[in-house]
């Protein structure tokens, strides 16, 4: 009876142990999507604030391509690294692409890829300042009626 009982007991801590495990890869794996997101957000703020007026003598389909990172980043100093991509459209519109990877190539723990599309407004002075192109709104045409 007291065998029974102790393999019990050591059946329930080997599922204790591997509940927690699972629980801890989970958390990992939850953390690195939120991280890759935020990532890809925070890149497209610094390459609109940094944008170079070489930008603006792209011809239409040609294009840009920049590694940002890797960086340290999150709570458990994940490896971060970020492609981004800017391609003219055309005269006044551009796509702006990221591929952000968490982790090493050999281990990726989360992949996260968006875009923008941007849209530069007409310069009507020359005496203002040149801003970035501003993201086009995803329902722009909304009141046509």
Not at 12 to 29: H, I, K, Y
Not at 50 to 78: C, E, H, K, M, N
Request: charged share 20%; glycine share 8%.
């Amino acid at each position: 009876m007291a065998l029974a009982l102790l393999a019990i007991a050591a059946a329930l801590l080997v599922g204790t142990s591997a509940a927690a495990r699972s629980a801890a890869r989970a958390e990992s794996s939850r953390e690195a999507q939120v991280l890759a997101g935020a990532e890809v957000r925070a890149v497209f703020a610094e390459f609109l604030t940094a944008w170079r007026g070489a930008y603006d003598t792209l011809s239409v389909g040609a294009g840009v391509i920049d590694t940002v990172g890797p960086r340290q980043r999150g709570f458990g100093g994940a490896t971060v690294a970020t492609r981004v991509r800017l391609v003219r459209l055309s005269g006044t519109r551009y796509v702006l692409s990221a591929d952000c990877q968490v982790g090493p190539d050999d281990a990726v723990q989360a992949r996260r890829r968006a875009y923008l599309l941007l849209e530069r407004s007409a310069q009507i002075d020359s005496t203002t300042p040149i801003l970035p192109p501003t993201p086009i709104t995803r329902w722009g045409l909304a009141n046509l009626f």
